[in-house]
């Protein structure tokens, strides 16, 4: 029978199963092993995780434009929806790629796809923005109802990344929604709640020249009822921070060359 082994000048007894070394080979084993599984895990997913981040943003768009119908299938609900890239500049379309595959963060770090925005028009809080973006343009036999714009802004503790719907008067607002945020629960986290986006629908974003007129405030001043959203209790800065998104993202700096050339161009621009 063999004897355990002995510890070197120590006459401790130790398994020959709990040497280092041997220890140490389990672990490296197990890791890689480990690895393995969850590198294989992640490729096999893949596709199915990019395709369901499509249909997640095909139907956050459907759901702004209030065209959205459960149980009918969202590419089907989707061939109303023609995707366009506009240059933000000249406010024309560009064939630059595919616009659900546009990565807004990755576009607004790159110098060569985006520009820095002064401080001094920066009212969003964004520093930079893309070069292109794009648009999606809800049609109905050929006549322009609806345009979805991706927009984002600095909340309270976060860039918040959202759909604004327009009417195809490129001025009226039909919804909002967003996608991604870290607000704080309960405060700036209600820019989620159904009650509270249900109050844009029918609102006047701009004026017949393009002008900004969009107000979040506690209470509308006489003559802009139209143009005002309630301000959400007690996150004053979050409402603040969506009120500045939307204005800049309808103005000058953002797409107001894109909506300028909808108004006056009307179903031509499509």
């Not at 009417?167 to 919804?175: H, K, P, Q």
Request: net charge negative; hydrophobic share 40%.
């Amino acid at each position: 029978m063999s004897s355990p082994s002995t510890a070197s000048g120590r006459g401790i007894s130790v398994p020959s199963n709990d040497r280092p070394l041997k220890i140490l080979l389990v672990a490296v084993v197990l890791c890689l092993v480990c690895s393995v599984l969850v590198s294989t895990g992640a490729v096999l997913l893949k596709p199915i995780q990019e395709r369901n981040a499509l249909l997640r943003r095909q139907q956050q768009i459907l759901e702004v434009a209030g065209i959205y119908e459960e149980g009918v299938p969202i590419p089907e609900q989707f061939e109303r929806v023609d995707a366009r890239m506009v240059d933000l500049s000249s406010g024309e379309y560009v064939d630059t790629g595919n616009p659900l595959a546009f990565d807004i963060r990755r576009a607004s770090r790159d110098p060569d796809r985006s520009v820095a925005v002064s401080t001094g028009e920066d009212i969003a809080k964004i520093h930079r923005r893309p070069t292109e973006m794009p648009v999606f343009l809800v049609e109905q036999g050929g006549t322009l109802e609806t345009i979805v714009l991706p927009v984002h802004g600095y909340g309270l503790w976060s860039t918040m990344y959202a759909y604004v719907a327009l009417e195809s008067d490129a001025r009226t607002l039909r919804g909002i929604t967003f996608y991604s945020h870290q607000e704080t629960p309960g405060l700036g986290g209600e820019i989620d709640n159904p009650r509270w986006l249900a109050q844009w629908p029918g609102k006047v974003a701009a004026d017949p020249a393009g002008e900004v007129l969009l107000q979040i405030a506690k209470a509308a001043a006489p003559g802009d009822e139209q143009s005002h959203i309630d301000a959400i209790a007690g996150a004053t800065l979050t409402s603040r921070g969506v009120q500045q998104l939307v204005r800049y993202w309808l103005g000058e700096q953002g797409f107001g060359p894109y909506l300028a050339r909808v108004r006056e161009r009307g179903e031509d621009a499509i």
